[in-house]
T-cell receptor, first 111, second 112 residues
């Protein structure tokens, strides 16, 4: 499939371990953040979101943490599975109705 | 992806020819977006629309134009394709700020 991951940071984890993917955002005025997952040859897929009035939000096997002081976002995946292998993007709303995307992180799950 | 369709999925075209990509949605969302994705650059916004006949430029709009004559369709035109426009193009839709985007499956365009 299309390679979108050239020169992206890569996280390799063992199946069953927890994964933590980090993202630094740029605009302190951003009030809404989203994590997307992109598998090879597919469009980005929504995973979880968080608003700026929250520090933490949990979904099924995923947790997003927001630290507004240092403008940092993280995505935690519990019990990582081979199907979690993908490129993960954070995105922030900078105002208006436009999302700005980070460069992405490749997650590789070793069986 | 549910509610959003891009066509064609793949296209090869020659330098200097015009090319039009289509994005069709069935969600009745107000906002539609065109992105391109290249290795090392992530997703970059080309143009977006906030309603019928209402469009605006993104960060990489040179060489591209768009049209939205009805809610469900958003067309991206490369006026005279160049090799630097070889890329994967994604359309996205949104109900508005705070709702996130839903992406299409992408169009892989190769300009030779």
């Amino acid at each position: 499939g299309e390679s979108v991951g050239l020169h992206l940071p890569t996280l390799s984890v063992q199946e069953g371990d927890n994964s933590i993917i980090n993202c630094a955002y740029s605009n302190s005025a951003s009030d809404y953040f989203i994590w997307y997952k992109q598998e090879s040859g597919k469009g980005p897929q929504f995973i979880i979101d968080i608003r700026s009035n929250m520090d933490k939000r949990q979904g099924q096997r995923v947790t997003v943490l927001l630290n507004k002081t240092v403008k940092h976002l993280s995505l935690q995946i519990a019990a990582t599975q081979p199907g979690d292998s993908a490129v993960y993007f954070c995105a922030e709303y900078e105002g208006g109705n436009k999302l700005v995307f980070g460069a992405g992180t490749i997650l590789r799950v070793k069986s | 992806d549910a509610g959003i369709t891009q066509s064609p999925r793949h296209k090869v075209t020659e330098t200097g020819t015009p090319v039009t990509l289509r994005c069709h949605q069935t969600e009745n969302h107000r906002y539609m977006y065109w992105y391109r994705q290249d290795p090392g650059h992530g997703l970059r916004l080309i143009h977006y629309s906030y309603g019928v006949k209402d469009t605006d430029k993104g960060e990489v709009s040179d060489g591209y134009s768009v049209s939205r004559s009805k809610t469900e369709d958003f067309l991206l035109t490369l006026e005279s394709a160049t090799s630097s426009q070889t890329s994967v193009y994604f359309c996205a839709i949104s109900a508005g700020s705070g709702y996130g985007y839903t992406f299409g499956s992408g169009t892989r365009l190769t300009v030779v």
